[in-house]
Nanobody
């Protein structure tokens, strides 16, 4: 059984910063691509940032230059450093990862429970 647990959300003023963490635990052989999504009230869940095991990254246009995704493979943990936050960044942020638990089986996609980020104007 694999669990993804996010932390680091909270309330911050516009222009401030937050750092989200997501740790994968359980039976893990290798953690592959890891991602952050977000979902604002009454809106669809959107991809925010992606990082491969080798460290290649991609970002949504709305967060480029403000957010940085990183990871620690030894700890099966992914981070999202969020700077220059705006009220429109307010959402529940979800961690997502492709994890291989046993060979020869392929990776399975897992979700965290989400962490609330609220940016006040």
């Amino acid at each position: 059984q694999v669990q993804l647990v996010e932390s680091g959300g909270g309330l911050v003023q516009a222009g401030g910063s937050l750092r989200l963490s997501c740790a994968a635990s359980g039976t893990i052989f290798v953690t592959n691509t890891m991602r952050w999504y977000r979902q604002a009230p009454e809106k669809q869940r959107d991809l925010v940032a992606t990082i491969t095991r080798g460290g290649s990254t991609n970002y949504a246009d709305s967060v480029k230059g403000r957010f940085t995704i990183s990871r620690d493979n030894a700890k099966n943990t992914v981070y999202l450093q969020m700077n220059s936050l705006k009220p429109e960044d307010t959402a529940v942020y979800y961690c997502n990862a492709d994890i291989t638990t046993h060979l020869p089986y392929g990776p399975v996609n897992y979700w965290g429970q989400g962490t609330q980020v609220t940016v006040s104007s």
